[in-house]
């Protein structure tokens, strides 16, 4: 066999390619950890898979892919349409739910990451809610598309400040959006529960 030819830098090109393929496979060991405790923590599946999400205080079998979005899966598998898929980042407040009580948007938020925790929609709530029923009093729609997202940030919102002022609620809101221009009532409904004293 013929001697490799050497490079100016004394390296031959198989050396090289020896070498890089050794410090390509150090590399796959050295990260391999990092990778795994992420796939444990969600739970990895590869392709679609069933899992159970809880939903309103319901366990449901639904069947998602790792990019499956929780809108997705609360729409077209649950029909729960209260979550609106308006924007698909999330920006307009839309589709706004609570995971383990805190707003989030179902439109950037996978299925996979709320396993195990739970997920409350506007349904959730119910027609008896106070939130719901202060955008009744107050008339806090038009078309009603952003509704529903509104009422869930404007209860996570109450929880979290329940004496917030007109100017508190004006700033806490400001994630979401209406095209229709109902924010004026919105902002009453919010202040509505505030000063009946109603935020649970
Ligand atoms: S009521 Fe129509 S978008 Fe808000």
Excluded at 85 to 100: H, I, K, R
Excluded at 157 to 174: C, I, M, S, W
Excluded at 187 to 199: F, I, P, Q, T
């Amino acid at each position: 066999m013929s001697e490799p030819v050497r490079s100016r830098g004394g390296f031959s090109r198989r050396e090289f390619l020896k070498g890089s393929g050794a410090a390509a496979a150090a590399t796959a060991v050295v990260g391999a950890p990092l990778v795994a405790p992420a796939e444990e923590a969600t739970g990895l599946i590869r392709g679609a898979e069933e899992v159970t999400l809880q939903v309103n205080g319901k366990a449901h079998r639904v069947r998602i892919e790792p990019r499956t979005t929780l809108l997705e899966v609360l729409r077209y598998q649950l029909g729960l349409t209260g979550a609106k898929p308006v924007s698909a980042d999330g920006c307009c407040g839309g589709s706004t739910v609570l995971l383990e009580g805190k707003p989030i948007s179902a439109a950037t938020t996978l299925a996979l990451d709320c396993v195990g925790k739970q997920i409350t929609t506007v349904e959730g709530l119910g027609a008896q809610d106070n939130v719901v029923q202060a955008f009744v009093h107050q008339d806090a729609m038009q078309c009603g598309f952003c509704t529903p997202g509104f009422v869930v940030a404007v209860k996570a919102f109450l929880k979290k400040h329940p004496y917030a002022t007109e100017e508190e609620v004006r700033e806490g809101l400001n994630g979401n959006l209406c095209r229709c221009g109902t924010y004026v009532n919105v902002v009453r409904a919010a202040l509505e529960v505030v000063k009946g004293g109603r935020n649970g």
